[in-house]
C-alpha cells in the first residue's frame, strides 16, 4: 500500500489538557460606567504657562490702575480708600479660581447645556430689569450679599460665546444658510433688546 503523502492537512484537535491550559485573561470591567466617564472628562490637564502669566499680569495691572484711580473717591466720598479695589479684588480672585476649575472641565459637557447655558444669561439680563441696582441712570448692576456688586452683562458675553460656538460646530455647513444663521439673529437680538432696556450700550 501506498504511504500516505505527508502534505495532507490534519486539523488540530484539542484535548481536555490543551483547554486547561489556555488561558484568557479577561479585563474588569467598571463597576460603575458612569462614573470612568465623568472621572475621564474631569482629568487634570496641563495648564498653559505663558497664557497663565499673561491673565495674572494683566489682572494685576488693572486692580493697579483701580486702585489709583478710586482712591481719592473712595476716599472723601465712602471714607475707605479701600472700598472699589477690595470688591474688585474678591472679583478677581473668584474669577481666577473659575478659570482654573473650569479648565480642567472637557469643554463638550458645556456643549450639552448650551441652551441652559443661553437661558441662564438671558435670565440674568431679565431679573435686573426687576430687581436691579441703579447706578446714574442706568439699572446694569446686581447685588450679592457680603460681596458687593457685579452686571450680569458679563456673564451672558461668556454665555453667549458658549452657545453660538456649540450651535456652530453642531450645524455645520448649514450655518451658511439664511436658515441656519436665523437662530443666530434671533438669540442676539433678544440679548440686545435687554441691553437697551437697562440701558447698556457699552456692553
Known amino acids: ?39 475621564r472628562k474631569l482629568q487634570i490637564k496641563k495648564i498653559d504657562l505663558a497664557t497663565l502669566v499673561i491673565i495674572l499680569v494683566l489682572t494685576v495691572v488693572g486692580l493697579i490702575a483701580l486702585f489709583s484711580a478710586s482712591y481719592p473717591i473712595g476716599l472723601y466720598k465712602h471714607n475707605d480708600p479701600l472700598k472699589f479695589i477690595r470688591n474688585q479684588t474678591v472679583f478677581a480672585v473668584m474669577g481666577i479660581s ?4 473650569i479648565s480642567i472641565i ?3 459637557i458645556y456643549g450639552r447645556f448650551y441652551k441652559w447655558i443661553y437661558l441662564f444669561g438671558v435670565g440674568l439680563l431679565a431679573l435686573v430689569l426687576l430687581i436691579g441696582i441703579e447706578h446714574n441712570k442706568a439699572t446694569r448692576w446686581l447685588a450679592i450679599p457680603f460681596v ?18 456649540y450651535y456652530a460646530a453642531k450645524m455645520g455647513d448649514k450655518i451658511r444658510t439664511y436658515r441656519g444663521l436665523l437662530p443666530f439673529i434671533g438669540a442676539f437680538a433678544v440679548v440686545a433688546g435687554f441691553l437697551a432696556l437697562q440701558p447698556h450700550m457699552s456692553a
Open 98 to 101: 473659575a478659570m482654573l476649575f
Open 148 to 165: 458687593g456688586e457685579f452686571q450680569p452683562s458679563e456673564i451672558t458675553k461668556v454665555a453667549l460665546i458658549i452657545a453660538f460656538s
Open 106 to 108: 472637557d469643554y463638550h
Open 1 to 39: 500500500m501506498p504511504k500516505k503523502s505527508s502534505l495532507i492537512y490534519e486539523p488540530e484537535r484539542t484535548t481536555e489538557h490543551s483547554k486547561k491550559q489556555r488561558k484568557v485573561v479577561k479585563m474588569p470591567k467598571p463597576k460603575n460606567p458612569s462614573q470612568s466617564e465623568i472621572a
